[in-house]
Nanobody, 123 residues
Framework: QVQLVESGGGLVQPGGSLRLSCAAS????????MGWFRQAPGKERDFVSV????????YYADSVKGRFTISRDSAKNTLYLQMNSLKPEDTAVYYC????????????????WGQGTQVTVSS
């Protein structure tokens, strides 16, 4: 069982930056890919980005491409999301997730989820 714990959320002004982290509770040898999703109030959970744990291939939602960067540190079992040029519409609870078999944008492909961290973009 992999446990995921996000951190790094907070309040930031439009145009600002934040870096989210997601620490895995154990070695990630069983993980094929890890991703970030987000959910705004009253909306569905949306895909943000995914990275293959081995190899580092990445994929982004169009809404964040060029502004967000996903990365991982295998030695620390930690996933990151660097968010730049933040917009009010990026406001949401951000979740990290791990998949043992898939590299994709659909939530059902992910076996493990963190508890979420709030990101609020407002002046």
């Amino acid at each position: 069982q992999v446990q995921l714990v996000e951190s790094g959320g907070g309040l930031v002004q439009p145009g600002g930056s934040l870096r989210l982290s997601c620490a895995a509770s154990e070695r990630t040898f069983s993980i094929f890919a890890m991703g970030w999703f987000r959910q705004a109030p009253g909306k569905e959970r949306d895909f943000v980005s995914v990275i293959k744990w081995m190899g580092g291939d990445t994929y982004y939602a169009d809404s964040v491409k060029g502004r967000f960067t996903i990365s991982r540190d295998s030695a620390k079992n930690t996933l990151y999301l660097q968010m730049n040029s933040l917009k009010p519409e990026d406001t949401a609870v951000y979740y990290c997730a791990a998949s043992s078999s898939a590299f994709g944008h659909w939530a059902s492909a992910y076996n493990y989820w963190g508890q979420g961290t709030q990101v609020t973009v407002s002046s």
